[in-house]
């Protein structure tokens, strides 16, 4: 049973910056991939990033492609989403998960087997 920690999250103005990390324990050499969505209040959970965790090949969301970066140490168990300029409309809930396929289906949040509780973040204006 894989467990995903998130931490990192918070308060910052418009065009600053943030970094989620989320460390993953328990089966984690079942991993091939973790993704990181998001949750605004209202609205449905939506894919931000994604990377595959042997070869680390990373996919992102066109609303968050050329400001966020998401990488991974294996060696740690730890995948990070560096968020760069970011805006209000990036305030939300952002979750870690965990895919034991590696699907390319990756935008979709019922592929993931596990889940972090998540981290706020919020960007004012």
């Known amino acids: 049973q894989v467990q995903l920690e998130e931490s990192g999250g918070g308060l910052v103005q418009a065009g600053g910056s943030l970094r989620l990390s989320c460390a993953a324990s328990g089966g984690t050499l079942s991993i091939a991939a973790m993704g990181w969505f998001r949750q605004a209040p209202g609205k449905e959970r939506e894919f931000v990033a994604r990377?595959?965790?042997?070869?680390?090949?990373?996919n992102y969301a066109d609303s968050v492609k050329g400001r966020f970066t998401i990488s991974r140490d294996n060696a740690k168990d730890t995948v990070w989403l560096q968020m760069n300029s970011l805006k209000p409309e990036d305030t939300a809930v952002y979750y870690c998960?965990?895919?034991?396929?590696?699907?390319?289906?990756?935008?979709?949040?019922?592929?993931?087997?596990?889940w972090g509780q998540g981290t706020q973040v919020t960007v004012s204006s």
């Open positions: 998960a965990a895919d034991r396929q590696s699907t390319v289906r990756f935008g979709t949040p019922e592929v993931y087997e596990y």
């Open positions: 990377i595959t965790w042997r070869i680390g090949i990373t």
